[in-house]
């Protein structure tokens, strides 16, 4: 009867009601969160569900003597709930992202109409605060806005949602920012199963599309030593093609679905024509006993041909076997320059005539006589149209030096040196260093021509001759100016030689592979590094965002990202469609693997 007291009848009338006020603060919070975003209340359900699954995507390959060994079944942990507001601001990142594509596309094809030979700028480099944010505003509150893009925004969800809940990875990853002149290292491990990439390799070359990344051959010692085991090619006779979008790896071809597989495949020259493969040169190994002259073509499933490698059928004045040169195509020849048979270097010009399949000697390089350069090997070569620049290079026991550059003159047929201008920036009398990039042979070299249409030479890493002096710095070279730039924004994290670099038609820098120096010790890698070596389109920098977030769109069919306002120039860059399988660590039985990998070494998942 306690209750009858009015004393204590009024605590708990105000007890109540405190509870009750509260619950109805709760429920008017929660509801006008439901008005603010209506677009994600029917996946609400799919976002708590993938908040409390378990992630272990990303544990990472262990290298054991230069072998990938997957380490699978770590120890699983909760992952912490997520709030609703984080899901809300990378659905909006994303949501953004397609419709600036769908605005780029349409300023992209209006500035294509314009002037095709002119790539759009669309941006600053020292605006990276405002790409950040253009990737993380708000929905309109405009209803009109939200009606017209309902159908839109679902199927973007949908594609962010994936059946396999592989979104559960993007909803860890930070913000997209685009950063220009940054080395980005590529996770794909994870999205591939032991012996579905490459193992670690030097003296491999590597060549991009628009959409793919391809490595040609290669060599590491411990895998020669299996593949001498087992009567193979001891050089990797492989070819590998990597998708941007989906950050996969595929064995295009080897020796067991070409039967024309060249043997010589360690420091070859690649190059791509007509979204074709051809490979002039290399050597087999032991190195420098078995040379090549030929050239190959490689036809991949990748650029929706048959798979296959044909030997280009030539006559006339063929160039001398060898390896390290380098090669470029001008109109319909193939130019190539210098290189070495193991005990003499050249810097003599060669050109092949695509056409009729007929060689050419146009220049032989005699420095004891005149002013030419002298024999090397292991060189870049870049072109501006007139001349053919020789960057670097060496022999055994030295190098050249990125000063005074020799270029092959294409229509004089002669020799021209030019005199290039320090970074001053980069100048340190202390350390000896006077602006220019020391001297070096082994690296990697990459060119695009920039928004203001002036040919850019980027290098990255080398060696110097006397095998004690290694490099991880980038540099860039305008062919115009002839000035040096030291890009201070991006370093390689070791310094690393024999590795490889390409870059795709939209201005990013690929760097694969290669021998790693540190602490006196040196080892093969097969990591994959992205550099941006300008600002590029505003389309391609939405696309970026969205292949950031969403790594996995090769399993919907092309109809579905059209109806998300993906432009179909993007599509075709993607795989073919994929289905989904049940157990994501099997292989798909219809994908090749590389006969150099030692499943033995992989760890089971129950370990």
């Given at each position: 009867?306690?209750?009858?007291?009015p004393?204590?009848?009024?605590c708990?009338?105000?007890?109540?009601?405190?509870?009750t006020?509260?619950?109805?603060l709760?429920?008017?919070?929660?509801l006008?969160?439901i008005?603010r975003?209506?677009?994600?209340?029917?996946?609400q359900?799919?976002?708590?569900?993938?908040?409390?699954?378990?992630?272990?995507?990303?544990?990472d390959?262990i290298?054991?003597?230069?072998?990938p060994?997957e380490?699978?079944?770590q120890?699983e942990e909760?992952?912490?709930q997520q709030?609703?507001g984080?899901?809300v601001a990378?659905?909006?990142?994303?949501?953004a992202?397609?419709e600036?594509?769908?605005?780029a596309s349409?300023?992209?094809?209006?500035?294509e109409?314009?002037?095709?030979?002119v790539?759009v700028?669309?941006?600053?480099?020292?605006?990276?605060?405002e790409?950040?944010?253009?990737?993380?505003d708000?929905?309109?509150?405009s209803?009109?806005?939200?009606d017209e893009g309902?159908?839109?925004?679902?199927?973007v969800?949908?594609?962010?949602?994936s059946?396999?809940?592989?979104s559960?990875?993007?909803s860890?990853?930070?913000m997209?920012?685009?950063?220009?002149?940054r080395?980005v290292k590529?996770?794909?491990?994870?999205?591939?199963?032991?012996?579905?990439?490459?193992?670690?390799?030097s003296g491999?070359?590597i060549?991009?599309?628009?959409?793919?990344?391809?490595?040609?051959g290669g060599?590491?010692p411990?895998?020669?030593?299996?593949?001498?085991r087992?009567?193979r090619?001891l050089?990797?006779?492989?070819?590998?093609?990597y998708?941007?979008?989906?950050r996969?790896?595929r064995?295009?071809l080897?020796?067991?679905?070409?039967?024309?597989?060249p043997?010589?495949?360690?420091s070859?020259?690649?190059?791509i024509?007509n979204?074709?493969?051809?490979?002039?040169g290399?050597?087999?190994?032991?190195?420098g006993?078995s040379?090549?002259?030929?050239?190959?073509?490689?036809?991949?499933?990748?650029?929706?041909a048959?798979p296959?490698?044909?030997r280009?059928?030539?006559?006339g004045?063929?160039?001398?076997a060898?390896?390290?040169?380098?090669?470029?195509?001008?109109?319909?020849f193939?130019?190539?320059i210098?290189g070495?048979t193991?005990?003499?270097?050249?810097?003599?010009?060669y050109?092949?005539d695509l056409?009729?399949?007929?060689?050419?000697?146009?220049?032989?390089?005699?420095?004891e006589?005149r002013?030419d350069?002298e024999?090397?090997?292991?060189?870049e070569?870049v072109?501006?149209g007139?001349?053919?620049f020789?960057?670097?290079?060496?022999?055994?026991?030295s190098?050249?030096?990125?000063?005074r550059?020799p270029?092959?003159?294409?229509?004089a047929n002669?020799w021209?040196?030019?005199?290039?201008y320090p970074?001053?920036?980069?100048?340190d009398?202390?350390?000896?260093?006077?602006g220019?990039?020391?001297?070096r042979k082994?690296?990697?070299?990459?060119?695009?021509?920039s928004?203001?249409?002036?040919?850019?030479?980027f290098?990255?890493?080398g060696?110097q001759?006397?095998?004690?002096?290694y490099?991880?710095?980038?540099?860039?070279?305008?062919?115009?100016?002839?000035?040096?730039?030291r890009?201070?924004?991006?370093i390689?994290?070791r310094?690393?030689y024999?590795?490889?670099?390409?870059?795709?038609d939209?201005?990013c820098?690929?760097?694969?592979?290669?021998?790693e120096?540190?602490?006196?010790e040196?080892?093969?890698?097969n990591?994959l590094y992205?550099?941006?070596?300008?600002?590029?389109?505003?389309?391609?920098m939405?696309w970026?965002a969205?292949?950031?977030?969403?790594d996995?769109?090769d399993?919907?069919?092309?109809?579905t990202?059209?109806?998300?306002g993906?432009?179909k120039r993007?599509t075709?860059?993607?795989?073919p469609?994929r289905?989904?399988r049940l157990d994501?660590?099997q292989p798909d039985p219809s994908?090749?693997?590389?006969?150099?990998?030692?499943?033995?070494?992989?760890?089971?998942s129950?370990?």
């Amino acid at each position: 009867m306690n209750i009858l007291n009015p004393g204590k009848f009024k605590c708990i009338v105000f007890n109540q009601l405190r509870h009750t006020w509260t619950f109805l603060l709760f429920i008017c919070d929660f509801l006008a969160k439901i008005y603010r975003t209506p677009r994600i209340t029917d996946h609400q359900e799919q976002l708590a569900n993938h908040n409390n699954n378990n992630n272990n995507n990303n544990n990472d390959l262990i290298m054991e003597q230069d072998m990938p060994e997957e380490e699978v079944g770590q120890p699983e942990e909760a992952l912490p709930q997520q709030d609703n507001g984080e899901h809300v601001a990378r659905f909006n990142a994303i949501q953004a992202a397609v419709e600036l594509m769908d605005a780029a596309s349409d300023l992209d094809e209006e500035e294509e109409e314009e002037d095709d030979d002119v790539d759009v700028d669309y941006g600053d480099t020292d605006s990276d605060s405002e790409f950040e944010e253009m990737y993380s505003d708000e929905w309109s509150s405009s209803s009109d806005e939200q009606d017209e893009g309902t159908e839109l925004s679902k199927s973007v969800l949908n594609v962010f949602l994936s059946p396999d809940q592989q979104s559960q990875v993007a909803s860890q990853l930070p913000m997209y920012a685009f950063q220009p002149l940054r080395l980005v290292k590529c996770q794909y491990r994870d999205k591939n199963i032991p012996g579905g990439f490459p193992l670690a390799r030097s003296g491999h070359r590597i060549i991009a599309s628009n959409s793919h990344l391809y490595s040609l051959g290669g060599y590491n010692p411990r895998s020669a030593m299996s593949a001498s085991r087992h009567g193979r090619c001891l050089l990797f006779q492989e070819l590998w093609s990597y998708n941007f979008a989906t950050r996969t790896w595929r064995l295009e071809l080897n020796a067991g679905n070409a039967a024309n597989m060249p043997v010589e495949l360690a420091s070859n020259a690649l190059t791509i024509h007509n979204n074709v493969l051809i490979s002039h040169g290399g050597t087999g190994y032991p190195f420098g006993v078995s040379c090549s002259n030929d050239c190959y073509i490689y036809r991949t499933a990748s650029a929706g041909a048959t798979p296959g490698v044909d030997r280009l059928q030539v006559k006339g004045d063929l160039p001398t076997a060898q390896y390290g040169p380098g090669i470029v195509i001008h109109k319909h020849f193939l130019y190539t320059i210098g290189g070495t048979t193991g005990f003499d270097y050249t810097c003599d010009v060669y050109r092949l005539d695509l056409r009729t399949g007929i060689w050419e000697n146009v220049y032989i390089s005699r420095p004891e006589m005149r002013d030419d350069p002298e024999g090397r090997y292991r060189h870049e070569v870049v072109y501006d149209g007139k001349h053919i620049f020789v960057l670097g290079g060496g022999t055994s026991h030295s190098v050249y030096d990125l000063q005074r550059i020799p270029a092959y003159n294409l229509e004089a047929n002669c020799w021209d040196y030019f005199e290039t201008y320090p970074d001053q920036r980069a100048v340190d009398a202390d350390d000896g260093n006077r602006g220019y990039p020391k001297p070096r042979k082994c690296f990697s070299c990459v060119q695009h021509q920039s928004s203001t249409g002036d040919n850019e030479a980027f290098i990255t890493g080398g060696l110097q001759g006397d095998f004690s002096t290694y490099f991880s710095d980038i540099w860039k070279l305008n062919l115009r100016t002839k000035h040096w730039y030291r890009i201070d924004t991006a370093i390689l994290p070791r310094p690393l030689y024999f590795h490889s670099a390409a870059h795709s038609d939209n201005g990013c820098m690929y760097v694969f592979g290669g021998i790693e120096y540190i602490d006196k010790e040196m080892r093969r890698r097969n990591d994959l590094y992205k550099m941006w070596m300008t600002v590029p389109k505003l389309s391609e920098m939405c696309w970026d965002a969205i292949t950031y977030y969403n790594d996995n769109l090769d399993l919907y069919d092309r109809k579905t990202l059209l109806k998300a306002g993906i432009p179909k120039r993007f599509t075709e860059r993607l795989p073919p469609q994929r289905r989904r399988r049940l157990d994501p660590s099997q292989p798909d039985p219809s994908m090749l693997i590389s006969l150099y990998s030692n499943p033995k070494r992989a760890r089971s998942s129950t370990q």
